[in-house]
C-alpha cells in the first residue's frame, strides 16, 4: 500500500456585497469571499491538499483563473473533479484535517453542514472529515476582517 500526505492553504479576501461561500454552503454575512470562482477557501485549500499528496501540482495548474470556464464556478464542481483526477491515478482519500481562520461570522455552527455537502462530493464519510473554525485573536488580516484562511492536511492511499 502506498501511503501520500498532502497540505494546503489558501487565501480569500471579504468584500461587502460578495456571498459568502465557505464549505459548499452559503454562510448569511455582510461581506463575503471574493475570486474568480465562488472563492471557497476550504474547498480551495482541500483541493490543493489531495493534489499535492498525490504529486499533480494544484489547483491553479488544473482550474487556471484566467480561464473564463471557471469564473464564477462551485468549487463543489472542481473538488469532484479533483477526486476523479486522484482516482484516475489509483488513489483513495483516507481522511482529511482542515482549520478555517477568521474573526466573523462564527463557522462552527455551520459545520455539520459543510461536512455533509464536502463528504458527499468526495464519497466519503462525515467522520473521515476534520472541519476546524479558529479566529486570530483579531490579530492579522482575518482578525482585522479583510480576509479568510484556510489550512487542511490530507492523507491518500493507494492499495
Known amino acids: 500500500m502506498k ?3 498532502g497540505f494546503g492553504f489558501d487565501v480569500h479576501q471579504l468584500a461587502e456585497g460578495e456571498d459568502f461561500i465557505l464549505g459548499g454552503i452559503h454562510i448569511p454575512h455582510s ?3 471574493f475570486g474568480h470562482s465562488d472563492a471557497d477557501v476550504l474547498i480551495h485549500t482541500i483541493c490543493d491538499a489531495l493534489l499535492g499528496a498525490a504529486n499533480l501540482r494544484d489547483i491553479g495548474f488544473h482550474f487556471p483563473p484566467t480561464d473564463v470556464q471557471y ?3 462551485d468549487s463543489t464542481i472542481l473538488l469532484k473533479d479533483v477526486v476523479k483526477i486522484l482516482a484516475d491515478k489509483g488513489y483513495k482519500i483516507s481522511n482529511i484535517d482542515s482549520t478555517i481562520a477568521l474573526e466573523k461570522p462564527k463557522v462552527n455552527p455551520h459545520i455539520p453542514a459543510m461536512k455533509k455537502v464536502l ?3 468526495m464519497g ?3 467522520d473521515d472529515l476534520s472541519i476546524k473554525a479558529t479566529t486570530t485573536e483579531r490579530l492579522g488580516f482575518e482578525g482585522r476582517g479583510e480576509g479568510v484562511s ?3 492536511t490530507v492523507l ?3 492499495d
Open 3 to 5: 501511503i501520500r500526505v
Open 150 to 152: 484556510a489550512y487542511a
Open 31 to 33: 461581506s463575503g469571499t
Open 71 to 73: 469564473k464564477g464556478i
Open 124 to 126: 466519503i464519510d462525515e
Open 119 to 121: 463528504a458527499e462530493c
Open 156 to 158: 491518500i492511499y493507494k
